[in-house]
């Protein structure tokens, strides 16, 4: 089972980005996806996840401005971010749902 994380980076507060993550090793359509992250100092914390039905769930402080998605054909999952705020930096990873597989991450950083 294998992970890949794309597409972070650098944005001002306020601007978007779209994280990328593409998976293989498993029947991926099948299966629920997970983004996580981990800001600097604290514990990785859940922020969405998308079962294999589509149906979409996602942690309070990003409703309304992330979008989590999935392409099965490619094997992919993606985490549309927007209106993003400084406390949104940290290390994004990717996850099979009950897996405890991981991706390496992707850092994104938002500034003031």
């Known amino acids: 089972v294998q992970l890949v994380e794309s597409g972070g980076g650098s944005v001002q507060a306020g601007g978007s980005l779209k994280l990328s993550c593409a998976a293989s090793g498993f029947i991926f359509k099948f299966n629920a996806m997970a983004w996580y992250r981990q800001a600097p100092g604290k514990e990785r914390e859940w922020v969405a996840t998308i079962t294999s039905g589509g149906s979409t769930n996602y942690t309070d402080s990003v409703k309304g401005r992330f979008t989590i998605s999935r392409d099965n054909a490619r094997r992919m999952v993606y985490l549309q971010m927007g209106s993003l705020k400084p406390e949104d930096t940290g290390v994004y990873y990717c996850?099979?749902?009950?897996?405890?597989?991981w991706g390496q991450g992707t850092l994104v950083t938002v500034s003031s």
């Open positions: 996850t099979r749902v009950q897996s405890g597989i």
